[in-house]
Protein backbone atom coordinates (compact mmCIF):
# COMPACT_ATOMS: atom_id res chain seq x y z
CA UNK A 1 0.00 0.00 0.00
CA UNK A 2 2.89 2.42 1.11
CA UNK A 3 4.63 1.71 -2.28
CA UNK A 4 1.21 2.54 -4.83
CA UNK A 5 0.60 5.56 -2.52
CA UNK A 6 4.30 6.81 -3.12
CA UNK A 7 4.18 5.46 -6.65
CA UNK A 8 0.68 7.85 -6.83
CA UNK A 9 3.05 10.96 -5.99
CA UNK A 10 5.75 10.57 -8.49
CA UNK A 11 3.42 10.44 -11.05
CA UNK A 12 1.39 13.38 -9.85
CA UNK A 13 4.94 15.23 -9.68
CA UNK A 14 5.85 14.40 -13.09
CA UNK A 15 2.22 15.20 -14.72
CA UNK A 16 2.38 18.88 -13.39
CA UNK A 17 5.87 19.31 -14.12
CA UNK A 18 5.55 18.27 -17.64
CA UNK A 19 2.35 19.99 -18.04
CA UNK A 20 2.50 23.42 -20.46
CA UNK A 21 -0.11 25.17 -18.78
CA UNK A 22 1.05 24.90 -15.03
CA UNK A 23 3.49 27.66 -15.34
CA UNK A 24 2.57 31.04 -17.69
CA UNK A 25 6.51 31.56 -17.96
CA UNK A 26 8.64 28.56 -17.20
CA UNK A 27 12.16 29.36 -16.28
CA UNK A 28 13.44 30.04 -19.11
CA UNK A 29 16.92 29.08 -20.98
CA UNK A 30 18.40 31.90 -20.74
CA UNK A 31 17.62 35.44 -21.38
CA UNK A 32 19.67 36.78 -24.69
CA UNK A 33 17.00 37.05 -27.41
CA UNK A 34 14.97 39.30 -24.70
CA UNK A 35 17.40 40.99 -24.30
CA UNK A 36 18.87 41.90 -27.39
CA UNK A 37 15.30 42.78 -28.36
CA UNK A 38 14.68 45.38 -25.55
CA UNK A 39 18.08 46.97 -24.85
CA UNK A 40 17.74 49.38 -27.85
CA UNK A 41 14.97 51.21 -26.17
CA UNK A 42 16.63 51.47 -22.51
CA UNK A 43 18.71 54.69 -22.96
CA UNK A 44 21.67 56.40 -20.09
CA UNK A 45 20.44 59.55 -18.67
CA UNK A 46 23.18 62.04 -17.40
CA UNK A 47 22.69 65.38 -16.59
CA UNK A 48 24.49 68.99 -15.15
CA UNK A 49 23.47 71.56 -12.80
CA UNK A 50 25.10 74.58 -11.57
CA UNK A 51 25.84 75.13 -8.40
CA UNK A 52 26.49 78.55 -6.35
CA UNK A 53 28.62 78.29 -3.25
CA UNK A 54 32.23 77.25 -2.16
CA UNK A 55 34.22 74.25 -2.38
CA UNK A 56 34.81 72.40 0.17
CA UNK A 57 38.52 72.40 1.34
CA UNK A 58 40.88 70.03 3.02
CA UNK A 59 41.87 70.89 6.74
CA UNK A 60 44.83 72.91 7.19
CA UNK A 61 47.90 70.89 7.85
CA UNK A 62 46.50 67.51 5.99
CA UNK A 63 48.91 66.25 2.99
CA UNK A 64 45.93 67.50 0.82
CA UNK A 65 45.91 70.71 2.24
CA UNK A 66 48.30 72.32 -0.80
CA UNK A 67 45.75 71.24 -3.61
CA UNK A 68 43.05 74.22 -1.88
CA UNK A 69 44.33 77.26 -4.30
CA UNK A 70 43.90 74.93 -7.35
CA UNK A 71 40.60 73.83 -6.43
CA UNK A 72 39.77 77.46 -5.90
CA UNK A 73 36.76 78.86 -3.56
CA UNK A 74 34.31 80.54 -4.99
CA UNK A 75 31.90 81.05 -7.49
CA UNK A 76 29.15 78.36 -9.25
CA UNK A 77 30.47 74.81 -9.91
CA UNK A 78 28.82 71.79 -11.72
CA UNK A 79 27.57 68.67 -10.38
CA UNK A 80 26.38 65.78 -12.34
CA UNK A 81 24.49 62.43 -12.11
CA UNK A 82 23.43 59.74 -13.99
CA UNK A 83 20.20 57.24 -14.12
CA UNK A 84 18.03 55.43 -16.68
CA UNK A 85 15.12 55.79 -18.98
CA UNK A 86 13.20 54.09 -21.42
CA UNK A 87 11.34 54.97 -25.36
CA UNK A 88 7.39 54.48 -25.07
CA UNK A 89 6.84 56.25 -28.48
CA UNK A 90 9.25 56.50 -31.31
CA UNK A 91 8.48 59.72 -31.98
CA UNK A 92 11.08 60.69 -28.70
CA UNK A 93 8.90 60.66 -25.95
CA UNK A 94 11.05 58.99 -22.78
CA UNK A 95 10.11 58.10 -19.20
CA UNK A 96 12.71 58.71 -16.10
CA UNK A 97 12.56 59.09 -12.47
CA UNK A 98 11.59 62.87 -11.26
CA UNK A 99 14.89 62.67 -9.09
CA UNK A 100 17.14 61.41 -12.24
CA UNK A 101 16.42 65.09 -13.76
CA UNK A 102 15.18 67.31 -11.08
CA UNK A 103 16.85 70.75 -11.07
CA UNK A 104 18.99 69.96 -13.99
CA UNK A 105 20.06 72.68 -16.22
CA UNK A 106 21.22 70.32 -18.89
CA UNK A 107 19.64 66.69 -19.96
CA UNK A 108 21.48 64.34 -22.29
CA UNK A 109 20.27 60.84 -23.45
CA UNK A 110 22.95 58.47 -24.69
CA UNK A 111 21.53 55.35 -26.77
CA UNK A 112 23.08 51.97 -26.94
CA UNK A 113 24.35 53.02 -30.43
CA UNK A 114 26.33 55.87 -29.02
CA UNK A 115 24.02 58.22 -30.22
CA UNK A 116 23.80 61.54 -27.27
CA UNK A 117 20.49 63.59 -27.55
CA UNK A 118 19.42 66.78 -25.47
CA UNK A 119 16.55 66.05 -23.82
CA UNK A 120 13.38 68.82 -22.79
CA UNK A 121 11.32 68.20 -19.69
CA UNK A 122 7.59 67.59 -20.93
CA UNK A 123 6.74 67.32 -16.81
CA UNK A 124 7.59 65.73 -13.89
CA UNK A 125 5.56 64.44 -10.56
CA UNK A 126 7.74 65.54 -7.87
CA UNK A 127 4.37 62.82 -6.02
CA UNK A 128 5.18 59.50 -7.67
CA UNK A 129 8.92 59.96 -8.95
CA UNK A 130 8.05 60.33 -12.45
CA UNK A 131 8.93 62.15 -15.56
CA UNK A 132 8.46 62.39 -19.20
CA UNK A 133 11.40 63.95 -21.71
CA UNK A 134 11.58 64.57 -25.12
CA UNK A 135 14.17 64.15 -27.50
CA UNK A 136 14.13 65.02 -31.32
CA UNK A 137 15.66 62.03 -33.24
CA UNK A 138 16.46 61.89 -37.07
CA UNK A 139 14.52 58.56 -37.88
CA UNK A 140 12.01 56.72 -35.31
CA UNK A 141 13.72 55.49 -32.12
CA UNK A 142 12.93 51.87 -30.98
CA UNK A 143 9.85 51.87 -28.36
CA UNK A 144 8.89 49.23 -25.72
CA UNK A 145 4.95 49.25 -24.72
CA UNK A 146 3.75 49.10 -21.16
CA UNK A 147 2.15 46.46 -19.74
CA UNK A 148 -0.61 45.86 -17.34
CA UNK A 149 1.25 45.70 -13.68
CA UNK A 150 -1.80 44.62 -12.16
CA UNK A 151 -1.44 40.92 -13.81
CA UNK A 152 1.86 40.81 -12.65
CA UNK A 153 2.05 38.00 -10.07
CA UNK A 154 4.31 37.19 -7.21
CA UNK A 155 6.77 34.56 -8.70
CA UNK A 156 6.64 35.80 -11.94
CA UNK A 157 10.04 36.69 -14.08
CA UNK A 158 11.66 39.94 -14.42
CA UNK A 159 14.51 41.63 -16.14
CA UNK A 160 15.92 45.29 -15.52
CA UNK A 161 18.23 46.79 -17.83
CA UNK A 162 19.50 50.25 -17.00
CA UNK A 163 22.87 52.11 -16.23
CA UNK A 164 23.86 51.20 -12.64
CA UNK A 165 27.27 52.69 -11.74
CA UNK A 166 27.49 54.93 -15.11
CA UNK A 167 27.70 50.57 -16.86
CA UNK A 168 25.26 51.75 -19.73
CA UNK A 169 23.61 48.37 -20.56
CA UNK A 170 23.34 46.31 -17.80
CA UNK A 171 21.03 43.56 -17.78
CA UNK A 172 19.63 41.68 -14.04
CA UNK A 173 17.05 39.09 -14.33
CA UNK A 174 14.93 37.96 -11.11
CA UNK A 175 11.43 37.64 -9.61
CA UNK A 176 8.68 39.88 -8.08
CA UNK A 177 9.06 39.47 -4.62
CA UNK A 178 5.91 41.00 -3.54
CA UNK A 179 2.83 43.49 -4.84
CA UNK A 180 1.27 46.75 -3.20
CA UNK A 181 4.51 47.68 -1.54
CA UNK A 182 4.61 50.99 0.84
CA UNK A 183 7.73 51.94 1.57
CA UNK A 184 6.92 55.45 2.89
CA UNK A 185 8.29 57.48 0.14
CA UNK A 186 4.79 59.38 -0.54
CA UNK A 187 0.96 59.44 -0.33
CA UNK A 188 0.85 56.78 -3.56
CA UNK A 189 3.02 54.23 -2.68
CA UNK A 190 2.27 51.26 -4.49
CA UNK A 191 5.52 49.71 -5.89
CA UNK A 192 6.32 46.21 -6.82
CA UNK A 193 9.26 44.59 -5.23
CA UNK A 194 11.51 42.70 -7.00
CA UNK A 195 15.13 40.19 -6.04
CA UNK A 196 16.55 41.76 -9.49
CA UNK A 197 19.70 43.75 -8.74
CA UNK A 198 18.97 47.58 -9.00
CA UNK A 199 21.94 49.77 -7.90
CA UNK A 200 22.54 53.61 -8.09
CA UNK A 201 21.95 54.42 -11.56
CA UNK A 202 19.41 52.29 -12.59
CA UNK A 203 16.60 54.80 -11.84
CA UNK A 204 13.94 55.69 -14.11
CA UNK A 205 14.73 52.26 -16.34
CA UNK A 206 12.29 49.35 -16.54
CA UNK A 207 11.34 46.25 -15.06
CA UNK A 208 10.42 44.23 -17.97
CA UNK A 209 7.99 41.26 -18.09
CA UNK A 210 8.98 38.06 -20.29
CA UNK A 211 6.96 39.40 -23.31
CA UNK A 212 8.69 42.30 -23.50
CA UNK A 213 6.65 44.68 -21.63
CA UNK A 214 7.22 47.41 -19.18
CA UNK A 215 5.64 46.58 -15.42
CA UNK A 216 7.15 49.20 -13.31
CA UNK A 217 9.69 51.91 -13.13
CA UNK A 218 12.74 50.91 -10.92
CA UNK A 219 12.86 53.83 -8.14
CA UNK A 220 14.14 52.58 -5.20
CA UNK A 221 15.98 50.09 -3.35
CA UNK A 222 16.69 48.81 0.65
CA UNK A 223 20.17 48.47 1.90
CA UNK A 224 22.06 49.16 4.43
CA UNK A 225 25.24 49.16 2.27
CA UNK A 226 24.09 51.27 -0.53
CA UNK A 227 24.47 48.55 -3.39
CA UNK A 228 22.00 45.85 -4.18
CA UNK A 229 20.93 42.99 -1.14
CA UNK A 230 18.15 42.02 -3.25
CA UNK A 231 14.82 44.60 -2.12
CA UNK A 232 14.19 46.83 -5.15
CA UNK A 233 10.97 48.75 -6.08
CA UNK A 234 9.66 49.68 -9.11
CA UNK A 235 6.48 51.92 -9.81
CA UNK A 236 3.65 50.24 -11.14
CA UNK A 237 2.95 50.56 -14.84
CA UNK A 238 -0.82 51.29 -14.47
CA UNK A 239 0.64 54.21 -12.55
CA UNK A 240 3.06 55.06 -14.90
CA UNK A 241 0.83 55.33 -17.59
CA UNK A 242 -1.80 57.11 -15.72
CA UNK A 243 0.47 60.14 -15.03
CA UNK A 244 2.65 60.18 -18.48
CA UNK A 245 -0.89 60.55 -19.91
CA UNK A 246 -0.96 63.42 -18.07
CA UNK A 247 2.14 65.09 -18.30
CA UNK A 248 1.88 64.81 -22.05
CA UNK A 249 -1.39 66.58 -22.44
CA UNK A 250 -1.29 69.08 -19.50
CA UNK A 251 2.66 69.51 -18.73
CA UNK A 252 1.29 68.66 -15.07
CA UNK A 253 -0.77 66.09 -12.78
CA UNK A 254 -4.70 66.77 -12.44
CA UNK A 255 -5.06 64.66 -9.93
CA UNK A 256 -9.05 64.27 -7.88
CA UNK A 257 -9.50 65.84 -4.46
CA UNK A 258 -11.40 64.78 -1.86
CA UNK A 259 -11.03 67.31 0.96
CA UNK A 260 -10.22 65.01 3.82
CA UNK A 261 -7.06 63.29 5.64
CA UNK A 262 -7.89 59.72 6.31
CA UNK A 263 -5.72 57.15 8.22
CA UNK A 264 -6.35 53.28 8.70
CA UNK A 265 -8.21 51.41 11.42
CA UNK A 266 -7.16 48.71 13.48
CA UNK A 267 -9.50 45.75 14.60
CA UNK A 268 -10.31 47.29 17.87
CA UNK A 269 -11.36 50.77 16.49
CA UNK A 270 -13.21 48.39 13.65
CA UNK A 271 -15.28 46.89 16.23
CA UNK A 272 -16.72 50.15 17.32
CA UNK A 273 -17.84 50.91 14.27
CA UNK A 274 -19.88 47.48 14.08
CA UNK A 275 -17.16 45.46 11.74
CA UNK A 276 -15.16 42.39 12.07
CA UNK A 277 -12.05 43.06 10.87
CA UNK A 278 -10.17 46.17 10.19
CA UNK A 279 -11.04 48.06 6.97
CA UNK A 280 -12.24 51.12 5.71
CA UNK A 281 -10.30 54.83 6.06
CA UNK A 282 -11.14 56.76 9.07
CA UNK A 283 -11.83 60.64 8.57
CA UNK A 284 -9.65 62.22 11.02
CA UNK A 285 -9.85 65.97 9.55
CA UNK A 286 -11.79 67.82 6.73
CA UNK A 287 -11.00 70.42 4.77
CA UNK A 288 -13.69 73.62 4.91
CA UNK A 289 -15.72 73.98 1.67
CA UNK A 290 -14.21 71.17 0.24
CA UNK A 291 -16.27 68.56 -1.47
CA UNK A 292 -16.40 65.90 1.38
CA UNK A 293 -17.69 68.80 3.86
CA UNK A 294 -20.39 69.51 1.25
CA UNK A 295 -21.43 66.18 0.91
CA UNK A 296 -21.76 66.26 4.72
CA UNK A 297 -18.70 64.21 5.40
CA UNK A 298 -17.32 64.72 9.07
CA UNK A 299 -14.31 63.79 11.37
CA UNK A 300 -15.30 60.53 12.93
CA UNK A 301 -16.88 58.83 10.01
CA UNK A 302 -15.65 55.55 8.46
CA UNK A 303 -14.92 55.29 4.61
CA UNK A 304 -16.15 51.69 3.66
CA UNK A 305 -16.63 52.30 -0.58
CA UNK A 306 -15.80 54.54 -2.57
CA UNK A 307 -17.15 54.94 -6.41
CA UNK A 308 -18.25 51.31 -6.66
CA UNK A 309 -14.75 50.29 -4.51
CA UNK A 310 -14.43 48.69 -1.52
CA UNK A 311 -11.93 50.92 0.98
CA UNK A 312 -9.23 48.49 2.65
CA UNK A 313 -7.46 50.73 4.18
CA UNK A 314 -6.32 54.92 4.08
CA UNK A 315 -3.83 54.53 1.21
CA UNK A 316 -6.25 52.82 -1.16
CA UNK A 317 -9.02 55.46 -0.92
CA UNK A 318 -5.82 57.79 -1.31
CA UNK A 319 -5.22 56.79 -4.49
CA UNK A 320 -8.83 56.01 -5.66
CA UNK A 321 -9.77 59.66 -5.00
CA UNK A 322 -6.84 60.95 -6.75
CA UNK A 323 -7.05 58.42 -9.72
CA UNK A 324 -11.20 59.94 -10.00
CA UNK A 325 -12.24 62.46 -12.71
CA UNK A 326 -12.32 65.65 -11.14
CA UNK A 327 -15.88 66.70 -11.59
CA UNK A 328 -17.40 63.94 -11.44
CA UNK A 329 -19.91 62.71 -8.90
CA UNK A 330 -19.46 59.55 -7.35
CA UNK A 331 -20.90 57.42 -4.09
CA UNK A 332 -18.95 57.51 -0.72
CA UNK A 333 -20.81 54.47 1.19
CA UNK A 334 -19.45 55.46 5.19
CA UNK A 335 -20.39 54.18 8.55
CA UNK A 336 -21.13 57.00 11.39
CA UNK A 337 -21.40 55.39 14.67
CA UNK A 338 -22.80 52.03 13.63
CA UNK A 339 -24.82 53.06 10.92
CA UNK A 340 -24.37 53.11 7.69
CA UNK A 341 -24.64 56.41 5.32
CA UNK A 342 -24.14 57.14 1.71
CA UNK A 343 -23.79 60.45 -0.02
CA UNK A 344 -22.53 61.81 -3.46
CA UNK A 345 -19.22 63.49 -3.56
CA UNK A 346 -18.21 66.28 -6.63
CA UNK A 347 -14.64 65.29 -7.00
CA UNK A 348 -12.69 68.41 -6.95
CA UNK A 349 -9.18 68.96 -7.88
CA UNK A 350 -5.85 68.54 -5.93
CA UNK A 351 -3.58 71.38 -6.14
CA UNK A 352 -0.23 70.15 -6.35
CA UNK A 353 2.86 71.73 -4.96
CA UNK A 354 4.35 71.86 -8.31
CA UNK A 355 1.48 73.30 -10.36
CA UNK A 356 1.86 76.60 -11.27
CA UNK A 357 -1.12 77.11 -12.81
CA UNK A 358 -2.74 76.18 -9.62
CA UNK A 359 -0.27 78.57 -7.06
CA UNK A 360 -1.04 81.15 -9.43
CA UNK A 361 -4.75 81.07 -8.37
CA UNK A 362 -3.69 80.50 -5.03
CA UNK A 363 -2.46 84.38 -4.54
CA UNK A 364 -4.36 84.79 -1.13
CA UNK A 365 -3.41 81.60 0.64
CA UNK A 366 -2.66 81.24 4.17
CA UNK A 367 0.73 80.97 5.49
CA UNK A 368 2.37 77.42 5.35
CA UNK A 369 5.26 78.12 7.77
CA UNK A 370 5.98 80.04 11.46
CA UNK A 371 7.06 79.76 14.50
CA UNK A 372 5.11 78.04 17.07
CA UNK A 373 7.16 77.88 21.01
CA UNK A 374 10.59 77.44 19.50
CA UNK A 375 9.72 75.54 16.79
CA UNK A 376 9.37 75.59 12.67
CA UNK A 377 5.92 74.27 11.94
CA UNK A 378 5.62 73.73 8.22
CA UNK A 379 1.99 72.69 6.32
CA UNK A 380 2.61 69.01 5.22
CA UNK A 381 2.80 68.83 1.37
CA UNK A 382 4.61 65.78 -1.02
CA UNK A 383 7.65 67.46 -0.67
CA UNK A 384 7.72 67.43 2.58
CA UNK A 385 6.26 64.18 3.30
CA UNK A 386 9.30 62.79 1.02
CA UNK A 387 11.95 64.98 2.85
CA UNK A 388 10.98 63.78 6.30
CA UNK A 389 10.05 59.93 5.14
CA UNK A 390 6.47 61.15 6.06
CA UNK A 391 3.04 58.79 5.60
CA UNK A 392 0.05 59.76 3.48
CA UNK A 393 -2.14 59.46 6.57
CA UNK A 394 -0.26 61.84 9.13
CA UNK A 395 -1.93 64.92 9.33
CA UNK A 396 -1.21 68.02 11.57
CA UNK A 397 2.14 69.87 10.99
CA UNK A 398 5.91 68.89 10.45
CA UNK A 399 8.61 70.50 12.86
CA UNK A 400 11.35 71.81 9.91
CA UNK A 401 13.66 73.68 12.89
CA UNK A 402 14.15 74.06 16.35
CA UNK A 403 15.62 76.88 18.26
CA UNK A 404 18.97 76.27 20.19
CA UNK A 405 17.85 76.89 23.86
CA UNK A 406 14.40 76.65 23.54
CA UNK A 407 12.15 74.32 25.80
CA UNK A 408 11.78 72.37 22.31
CA UNK A 409 14.99 71.87 21.36
CA UNK A 410 15.49 68.92 24.47
CA UNK A 411 12.29 66.98 23.42
CA UNK A 412 11.14 67.66 20.11
CA UNK A 413 13.27 66.63 16.70
CA UNK A 414 13.34 67.80 13.39
CA UNK A 415 10.86 65.72 10.91
CA UNK A 416 8.10 65.27 14.09
CA UNK A 417 4.94 65.81 13.11
CA UNK A 418 2.63 67.96 15.74
CA UNK A 419 -0.89 66.35 15.35
CA UNK A 420 -2.57 68.39 18.43
CA UNK A 421 -1.76 71.42 20.81
CA UNK A 422 -3.82 71.62 23.90
CA UNK A 423 -5.69 68.28 23.03
CA UNK A 424 -7.08 69.95 19.96
CA UNK A 425 -6.26 69.04 16.17
CA UNK A 426 -3.84 71.20 14.63
CA UNK A 427 -4.03 71.72 10.57
CA UNK A 428 -2.30 75.15 9.86
CA UNK A 429 -0.04 76.99 11.33
CA UNK A 430 -2.50 79.71 12.51
CA UNK A 431 -4.39 76.41 14.04
CA UNK A 432 -0.87 76.40 16.04
CA UNK A 433 -0.24 79.74 17.01
CA UNK A 434 -4.34 80.53 17.59
CA UNK A 435 -4.28 77.34 20.11
CA UNK A 436 -0.52 78.40 21.88
CA UNK A 437 -1.92 81.92 22.66
CA UNK A 438 -5.31 80.48 24.12
CA UNK A 439 -3.65 78.24 26.45
CA UNK A 440 -0.94 80.91 27.58
CA UNK A 441 -3.52 83.39 28.11
CA UNK A 442 -5.15 80.68 30.26
CA UNK A 443 -2.19 80.52 32.45
CA UNK A 444 -2.63 77.04 32.88
CA UNK A 445 0.63 76.28 32.76
CA UNK A 446 2.80 73.45 30.14
CA UNK A 447 1.49 73.00 26.84
CA UNK A 448 0.49 69.85 25.45
CA UNK A 449 1.83 68.33 22.13
CA UNK A 450 0.83 65.04 20.43
CA UNK A 451 3.82 64.28 18.17
CA UNK A 452 3.69 61.60 15.42
CA UNK A 453 7.20 60.06 15.42
CA UNK A 454 7.85 57.91 12.33
CA UNK A 455 4.25 56.50 13.36
CA UNK A 456 4.57 56.36 17.22
CA UNK A 457 1.95 58.78 18.82
CA UNK A 458 4.45 60.83 21.94
CA UNK A 459 3.03 63.02 24.64
CA UNK A 460 5.01 65.91 25.07
CA UNK A 461 4.85 69.38 27.52
CA UNK A 462 6.22 72.28 26.37
CA UNK A 463 6.93 75.35 28.51
CA UNK A 464 6.12 79.11 27.96
Known amino acids: MLRLQS?????????????????????????????????????????????????PLFPKGSPLERFNDTLGRNGPRTENSLGSGFVIDPAGIIITNDHVIKGADEIDVTFPD????????????????LAVLRVKPQ??????????????LSGDWVLAIGNPFGLGGSLSVGIISARNRDIQSGQYDDFIQTDAAINRGNSGGPLF???????GVNSAILSPSGGSVGIGFAIPSNLVRQVADQLLKYGHTRRGWLGVSVRSIT?????TFGLDKATGALVVSVTSGGPA????LEVGDLIIRFDDQDIADSRALTRIAADSEIGRKVKVHYIRGKKPR?????????????????????????????????????????TLRRRYNIRSDVAGLVVTDIAVGSDAASKIRVGDVVEEIGWKAVASVEDAQARVAELEKSGKGPVAL?????????????KF
Do not use: C, Y
Open 293 to 296: QKAG
Open 209 to 215: NMDGEVI
Open 114 to 129: GTTLVAEVVGHDAATD
Open 267 to 271: REVAQ
Open 139 to 152: SPLPAVPLGDSDTA
Open 450 to 462: LINRHGELLPRAL
Open 342 to 382: VTSVTIGRLQEDDDEEANARATTATPTSGQVMGMSLSVLDN
Open 7 to 55: LTWLLAGLALMLAPSAFSHPAPDGFAKLAARLSPSVVNISTSQKVEGDL
